[in-house]
């Protein structure tokens, strides 16, 4: 992990209010949460993190091959009000004061209070293997088989336990906490509800353990590479594309990031008239429940596929250790950085050469390697298991290891060839939208109709070969480019591309729209879209709404 961001010190400010009010941040929901807080707990808060949902430009579902995406965070937020447990207060909750105990409460009615305590487990039995100790000596009970609020909490809890209160860390003993959790993003809508969670509630326990202030403090980088595999502990094998810009991103810019050789982020101004609006499709994505064959049968596949192209192409990814081979979990960029003969491990961590990656993925593209991936048998893309090992080059006892141990998926079928053509073709559609960012001039109006035109692309592609969008997400993303054909006084409406954002097989689209014709779009959407009919305003208002590139996660000390 490079040190290149600020240490994590600096994500703490002191507040009256006003740098809340300068933020554009609705001051009522903020008081609002203080005073539940009191009401709960009998005391202030000491804290309050905040931590941003994002949504995604474009470069979907490569953050996990470790391919630069882009993304920008929201308004929409989770806020978490939190303080040690104050003894005179502890009226309702007798039981707890125990090191580290939570007592945990959602304003949402919906979600009820959680009590729980992590245990220490510090002696090595036969039970309890010695890498457990010494990795993660805590332990919380985390429900994977359903989607429980608290999950986020214990995810972003976990990671903190087991960083900072380790047998070779400073601190020792957590303290007992209170929190009272708050939020807006949508859940299961692809604006990463879930990374907010788990990044608001690994600050609030780095805060309320007074880990800021101590030379502990991580740098943001450390704690985007904490919040990842935090997330993971909820059973979605994510890459880091959400934890990166809920953390590090900056008001006014979308960020690129970049994961290999190791993390870097760039902030990236959009062209002046570019507004994005988000259009939730209202079908929920829930990504845990389907990870099996959704999202993490994606990452098995797209992990295959490399395994498959480096056998193919002789790279060198596996280390051998004495006579025996080990083998490895590889990347499709690991793959293309190897043949192109780019490749760094991260002991270089510089900044990967975008000249290189690009001139790569173009190379890629144009040959014929990709159909290395295809069956042996004419008139279908996908592949057996049987013939995916074979391809592979590995024995199947090692294969399933290596692939299969750590994640569950089902299917009996996978599409190696389709998914890595997504992965290399959008990966090369964020470079190029990166690049016309940047690019100077003043052709505003060509610039943008640039990148609607990379992210009707990257909409095209997770649609057919990543298969990662829904009916109702195709119909609305047919509505909003409809608006291109409606008259509005200044000519024709000014939607340049639509897309659907995250992870997909539901949640939100984003449309990137000229800011003059930003109002009459989000009108125009509200009106056509069949599911939206007879909402209320306030209801279409949460589903339909442009945004500006927000800032990334801070912890506010209540004063
Ligand atoms: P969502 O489900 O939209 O938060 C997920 C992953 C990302 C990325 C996108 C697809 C998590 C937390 N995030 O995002 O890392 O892979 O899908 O581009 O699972
Ligand atoms: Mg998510």
Redesign the pocket.
């Known amino acids: 992990m490079r040190e290149s961001f600020d240490r994590g010190s600096s994500m703490v400010s002191d507040t009256d209010g006003a740098f809340v009010l300068s933020l554009g941040l609705s001051r009522e929901r903020w008081d609002e949460l203080v005073r539940e807080f009191e009401m709960k707990f009998g005391h202030k808060p000491t804290y309050i993190a905040r931590a941003p949902g ?1 949504v ?1 430009l474009i ?6 091959a470790h391919f630069g ?1 882009f993304p920008a965070a929201i308004e929409h937020d989770i806020l978490i009000a939190c303080a040690p447990q104050s003894m005179s207060t502890n009226i309702t909750h007798t039981s707890t004061h125990q090191p580290g105990s939570v007592v945990a409460e959602n304003l949402h009615t919906r979600y009820t209070r959680q009590v729980f305590t992590p245990t220490y487990c510090h002696t090595v039995g036969d039970d309890v293997p010695r890498d457990a100790v010494r990795v993660a000596p805590w332990h919380l009970d985390i429900d994977k088989s359903e989607l429980r609020w608290e999950s986020y909490v214990k995810a972003g809890y976990y990671g903190v336990l087991n960083h900072f209160f380790t047998p070779s860390s400073t601190s020792t003993v957590p303290v007992p906490v209170e929190i009272l959790v708050t939020g807006n993003v949508p859940p ?8 907010a969670m ?1 990044v608001s509630s690994t600050l609030a326990f780095l805060a309320t353990n007074g880990i800021f202030d101590g030379e502990d403090a991580p740098t943001k980088g450390e704690l985007v590479n904490i919040a990842m595999e935090n ?1 993971k502990r909820v059973g ?8 990166s810009a809920s953390v590090i991103a900056l008001p006014g810019s979308a960020l690129y990031v970049s994961f290999a050789p190791s993390l870097h982020a760039e902030p990236i101004v959009l062209p002046r008239n570019a507004v994005l609006v988000c259009a939730n499709s209202l079908v929920v ?1 829930n ?1 845990a429940e389907n990870a099996r064959h959704q ?1 993490n049968l994606r990452v098995v596949e797209t992990l295959v596929a490399a395994r498959v192209l480096s056998n193919y192409l002789n790279l060198e990814v596996d280390s051998t250790d004495g006579k025996a081979t080990k083998r490895r979990l590889v990347t499709l960029r690991e793959v293309l950085a190897r043949k192109g003969n780019f490749y760094r491990d991260e002991q270089d961590a510089q900044q990967e050469e975008l000249t290189q990656l690009r001139k790569g993925l173009e190379d890629m593209l144009k040959g014929k390697v990709l159909d290395y991936l295809l069956p042996r048998v004419e008139g279908r893309t996908g592949v057996t298991l049987d013939e995916m090992i074979y391809m592979s080059g590995m024995d199947k006892a090692e294969f399933m290891e290596v692939y299969f141990s750590w994640v569950d998926v089902e299917t009996t079928h996978f599409e190696l060839y389709l998914r890595a053509k997504h992965v290399f073709e959008e990966a090369l559609r964020v470079l190029q939208f990166r690049e016309v960012c940047l690019a100077g001039g003043d052709n505003e109006e060509s610039k943008l109709q640039t990148l609607g035109k990379l992210m009707n692309d990257s909409h095209e592609s997770c649609n057919k070969q990543f298969d ?1 969008s829904h009916s109702k997400v195709n119909d609305l993303v047919q509505v909003a480019r409809s608006f291109s054909e409606m008259e509005t006084g200044r000519g024709k409406g000014k939607v340049y591309g639509s897309r659907v ?4 097989w539901g ?1 939100c689209i984003v449309c990137l729209v000229h800011r003059e014709d930003a109002d009459a779009f989000i009108v125009h959407v509200k009106e056509r879209y069949a599911s939206y009919e007879g909402m209320s305003e306030e209801d279409l208002a949460n589903s339909v709404f442009a945004t500006e590139p927000g800032m990334g996660a801070c912890v506010f000390r209540c004063t």
């Open positions: 994002r995604n470069g979907e579902h490569i953050d996990y995406v299961g809508s692809g604006l990463s509800s879930s990374a788990v997330e979605v094998n994510s890459g880091g594309m959400d934890q994505s990504k999202y990662c954002t995250g992870a997909g949640g």
